[in-house]
Structure formats: C-alpha cells, structure tokens
C-alpha cells in the first residue's frame, strides 16, 4: 500500500495487515534489507533490516514485523472523527469545517452579495452536504455558533456504523 505523504492523515485501514504491509524488499550497494515506513501524526517512522545483519531473509523479515507492529500499537492511527477535527494551518475560522463565505444571487436583475457561515460535511461522508446560516439574519456570532452545531452534527455521523447488521 503506498504511503500517503499528506501528514493530516495518519489513517491505515481497519482490516488486519498482511505481512508485508508497510514493509518492503529494497537493495543498497548489493546487500538486500527489508525497510518499514510509515508516517503517524506528520512523522515519518523508517527503518532497515539488512538480511545479513540479521541472520537471513526470514529473520530480517520476522525482525520488521515485530518493529513496524510495535509502532503502530505505539502510534495508532487517526480515527475518521480524530481526522474530521483536525485543525488545519489554511483555517481562519478556528473551527475545521466552518467557512465565512460570500453568497451571491440575483434580486431584482441586480448581483446581491451577503455573508454566510457554512458547515461542510466531514470528508468520508457521501454525499458531500452543506448548511448555511445568514450573517443578515441571526448576527455574525449566532450565525457562526450555529454553523458549528451543524458541522458537530455532520460529524456524528462518522461515529454511526456504515451498515447494519
């Protein structure tokens, strides 16, 4: 599986990993290794297992396993609700999934342009939705507060299961 090199997203599947995930065959000057990376929390985590350095392949391999499961178990990855929260550097709101935005329609054959704040839907939920509160109607801080409530709301449904059994 390649490694995602975006650091906001430290999440791995849920299903077991097969034996070599996260590991990988490599060569250097003619001495083969087995290299295990990953990245957790914008940190990247790598290291080699030289085959002679560790009494064969086999071994190099029982060795990397052991070091990338101690890892994980060390840092576990960010949970869909951990990584819908997480706060971004391009966020001026102070609250991920809630933008300042300018609405334009037009009224009476003229472009009218009025503030709103907007909750997203949390990325992993499908359809993508928003919800929009009027600065004109509730007030710039009502506004915002309740776009918060929205974009909590839309994050409980990360916690909800995707099926039922």
């Known amino acids: 599986m390649p490694m995602n090199e975006h650091c906001s997203n430290g999440r791995e599947p849920m ?35 030289y085959h002679h350095l560790h009494g064969g392949e086999a071994q190099a391999l029982v060795s990397a396993q052991q070091w990338r499961d101690q890892i994980l178990a060390e840092h576990p990855p960010y949970s869909k609700l951990d990584h819908a929260r997480k706060h971004r550097i391009n966020n001026s709101s102070g609250r991920t999934g809630v933008y300042l935005q300018a609405m334009k329609r037009v009224r009476n054959g003229r472009l009218v342009t009025h503030p709103i704040w907007q909750a997203r839907t949390p990325e992993g939920i499908s359809p993508m939705r928003t919800r929009n509160f009027s600065v004109r109607k509730y007030g710039n801080e009502l506004a915002f507060r309740l776009a918060v409530a929205a974009r909590e709301g839309f994050e409980q449904e990360l916690a909800l299961p995707t099926t039922l059994k």
């Open 15 to 49: 299903n077991p990993p097969s034996a070599l995930h996260l590991i990988t065959a490599l060569e250097r000057d003619g001495k083969p290794f087995w290299r295990v990376q990953l990245k957790r929390q914008c940190k990247t985590h790598q290291k080699r297992f």
